[in-house]
């Protein structure tokens, strides 16, 4: 299996391509990286190669905010210029310039 360069950043607001949902980026596997049973949930008719990219968003839609797994072929940037109101956003990022977000300064030891 080949892997690719992920076409999408860390911090980056994207859109799902078909459900109405949009997020920000918080982590990439640079191939799928969850378990089988999940991936075989989704329908084969619209499920996903596994040979690309995977984003973990902080997601919204009009009535909840929840952690999304979302393959590249199904995000599109969000040209909205708004940041996302998912209430976990501010513990991982920092400054919001339209359409990206600065991560958080991390302290190590």
């Known amino acids: 299996m080949q892997t690719r360069l992920a076409k999408f950043a860390i911090g980056q607001v994207v859109k799902h391509r078909i459900f109405p949902f949009r ?3 918080f982590d990439v596997d640079p191939v799928f990286a969850n378990t ?3 991936w075989q949930s989704i329908p084969e008719a619209v499920r996903p190669r596994k040979d690309q990219p995977f984003y973990h ?3 919204e ?3 909840s905010s929840y952690v999304a797994y979302v393959s590249e072929q199904n995000l599109l940037p969000d040209d909205t210029g708004e ?3 998912h209430p976990q956003a501010a513990l991982i990022f920092d400054e919001f310039r339209p359409g990206l977000y600065q991560l958080r300064p991390r302290i190590t030891h």
Request: proline letters at 7%; glycine letters at 14%; aromatic letters at 6%.
């Open 83 to 85: 940041p996302v109101g």
């Open 61 to 63: 839609n009009d009535q």
């Open 36 to 38: 089988e049973e999940w």
């Open 57 to 59: 968003l902080l997601a």
């Open 23 to 25: 997020g920000v980026i």
